[in-house]
């Protein structure tokens, strides 16, 4: 990352435009990982127009019938899927920049002070999206600002359940893995193989599974189990020749997700350090509605800037706003890999 000098500031209105370069160099240096992994679906939400949005599915036949000749044909059957609202929320914190900082020529700390505010941001929002996989199992769960959020899919039950009900048909389906083992190649076999059985339409029909993400968390035997297996060239049983294919190898990808064996506050729960699962990027099913990016807000922002009266200080503030929701479940599993 290049250097960042703070010289010639004549102003604090200069002042302030240079931090919000520095506050995106903070923000840019965020990998955002799981919003972008292909698990997660996003889309803008305009300015007045709602702080909620119901997302819901309409499921037509999978096949078109038979048509004879000189005979109508048939109206195929659609029926109305699962639906589930989203609503808006907003996140903001703020640092103050002293009189001295400023006077004093301590640019190094400001400048650590405004990249981390970048951050805080897309951390937020990193967490937040991890929690709704984290917390899968449950139905609701506390944040850290001790807000009761409602994670339950349109079935009402937790994204991950061994029971998952349809609108059309009187089968359950499960996508929480049986026996919740650690990751293996046997492990993955089975996980394919439920999937096979268990991703349905709302009709009962079952349809492709075409996962293409293997998703865990940072636990370095699980992610080293993963990369032997999707990485190597060959076949990774022992008894086979070096020469033969890993389908694996092009079939998956792996993703690292942050935060996803974390409590409410982000802190490690080693309960969740085997937790594993597949999803299909072309049918993710947390959907993530953004407002408002996270970014800088000051006390100029179009109006005269002043200091605080009493401090001296000027105050600088991260914000923004958006939903998460998710409908569906049928484009990823889980497995918590403690053998439960």
Known sequence: MSAI????????????????VIFRKGDKSYEEVIRKSGIIREMPIPSHTGNSREFSEIQGAR????????????????????????????????????????EFGKY?????????????????????????????????YTDQDGVSVDIAVGDTKALFATDHTLKGSSSTVRNL?????????????????????????????????????????????TVEAVEV????????????????????????????????????????????????GVADSKCPEIILGMHKEPHLKTSLDGREMTEDFHTDDISMGVRGSWMIVTPGFKGIALSKGDAS
């Open 177 to 221: 893995l049986t026996g919740n083992p650690a990751f293996s190649k046997a492990a993955l076999q089975t996980m394919m193989e439920e999937r096979r059985q268990n991703k349905k339409d709302q009709f009962g029909v079952n349809i492709p599974s075409n996962d293409d993400i293997v998703f865990t968390t940072a636990d370095e035997s």
């Open 108 to 140: 190094p700390e400001i400048t650590e002070d405004l990249m981390s505010l970048g951050q805080t941001g897309k951390n937020r929002l990193a967490l937040d999206l991890a929690h709704r996989i984290g917390f899968g199992t449950n139905t609701t």
């Open 229 to 276: 297996l999707l990485k190597s060239t060959a076949n990774t049983d022992d008894d086979k020749n070096s020469g033969v294919f890993n389908r694996y190898a092009s079939r998956m990808r792996h993703v690292i997700v942050p935060y996803l064996d974390t409590d409410k506050d982000g802190i490690l729960d080693t309960d969740k350090s085997k937790y594993w």
């Open 63 to 102: 096949f078109a019938p038979r048509k004879a000749e000189g005979e109508k044909a048939q109206k195929i059957k659609s029926i109305q899927g699962y639906s589930k609202t989203g609503y808006m929320y907003r996140i903001g914190g703020e640092k103050d920049i002293t009189w001295e900082l400023l």
């Open 5 to 20: 000098t703070f010289h010639n500031i004549g102003s604090i209105e200069d002042f302030v435009k240079l931090s919000k």
